[in-house]
């Protein structure tokens, strides 16, 4: 694989930016962009963008930064803004490609701290429920695509309402089909996904964590407590997360030097951030570019 100054940013796969309406969505079935491609979309990021993928038939194999999964359909991933991902679809897949402004999820998300959370992190969801469709999935994703290519009165609203639909089965796959938590868990849930975001924006800038702490308006002790009850980590440790995937991002996909990568996630000493990724990741930075993929 030939590295690149920069990794590639699209709305959809293969077209600029600049080419697209980017203030809502768009929905087309998975064959339309794949075949064109021989099944295969190489690595690629949608930085204002989340994406939903409803793999019908067929199937394949999608790596998300540094997770690979078996696409399996009945299956829904999610792929947040900024996430590096990669399809290798079996020839003859189907499904439907829901690309949607981060905006827009955000603000059609607040209204369960669920929602927020499913759209915010890359994930997994075999379509499965206990009505056999997955909480319905294949339904609402066959309205929103109806909805997207009409023109019919209330337009908008109607697919609003039907991507609500996938947010609700999206997240009832992800609780195992339980009821919702008590508020001390929506709280807890709610901390987390602010506290994602705010790492989002300031990740770059070697921030403590009393800074985010202060900017959630809590205490640094809430917050660790929050992040172990929803994630099962600290407050520290998904930061580190998060430095971790876009330390390993520019050394797949960009040509900076090992310095140059560390200079850029705030470390100013190269030595210190060469130990930081050894630790974390069980191999230098160097050796982890030199492995085959």
């Known amino acids: 694989m030939t590295r690149q100054n920069v990794i590639p940013s699209f709305f959809l796969y293969d077209e600029a930016l600049a080419d697209v309406d980017l203030d809502f969505l768009h929905v087309e079935a998975i064959r339309i962009r794949s075949s064109v491609h021989d099944w295969t979309i190489r690595p690629h990021a949608h930085p204002e963008h989340v994406q939903f993928l409803f793999v019908t038939e067929g199937g394949g194999r999608i790596r998300v930064e540094d ?5 399996d359909p009945p299956t829904v991933v999610v792929i947040p803004p900024t996430a590096v991902h990669e399809i290798r679809f079996e020839p003859g897949s189907d499904g439907f490609a829901l ?15 669920a929602f927020a959370d499913v759209s915010a992190a890359a994930g997994l969801y075999p379509a499965q429920g206990p009505d056999g469709d997955g909480y319905g999935l294949l339904d609402a994703f066959q309205w929103l695509e109806r909805e997207f290519i009409g023109a019919a009165p209330g337009r908008r609203a109607a697919i609003g309402a039907h991507f609500l639909r996938v947010l609700v089965a999206l997240a009832r796959l992800k ?3 339980a009821p919702a938590g008590g508020p001390l868990m929506r709280r807890d849930a709610d901390i987390v996904v602010r506290y994602r975001r705010l790492i989002e ?3 770059r800038q070697a921030q403590p964590l009393t800074f985010y702490a202060d900017g959630l ?3 640094y002790a809430r917050l660790n407590a ?6 099962g980590k600290s407050a520290l440790k998904l930061m580190h997360d998060r430095l971790m995937i876009e330390a390993k991002r520019n050394l797949l996909y960009t040509s900076m030097s090992v310095g140059e990568v560390g200079h850029a996630l705030g470390f100013q000493d190269p030595a210190y951030f060469s130990r930081f990724f050894t630790r974390h990741a069980g191999r230098s930075p160097a050796a982890f570019r030199a492995a085959p993929r």
């Open 217 to 219: 308006n809590i205490t």
């Open 175 to 177: 609780d195992g089909g």
């Open 67 to 71: 997770d690979e999964w078996q696409l």
């Open 226 to 231: 929050a992040c172990r009850a929803v994630a």
């Open 99 to 113: 690309t949607i402004a981060a905006s827009y999820v955000t603000a059609m998300a607040q209204t369960d701290p």
């Open 201 to 203: 924006e300031h990740f």
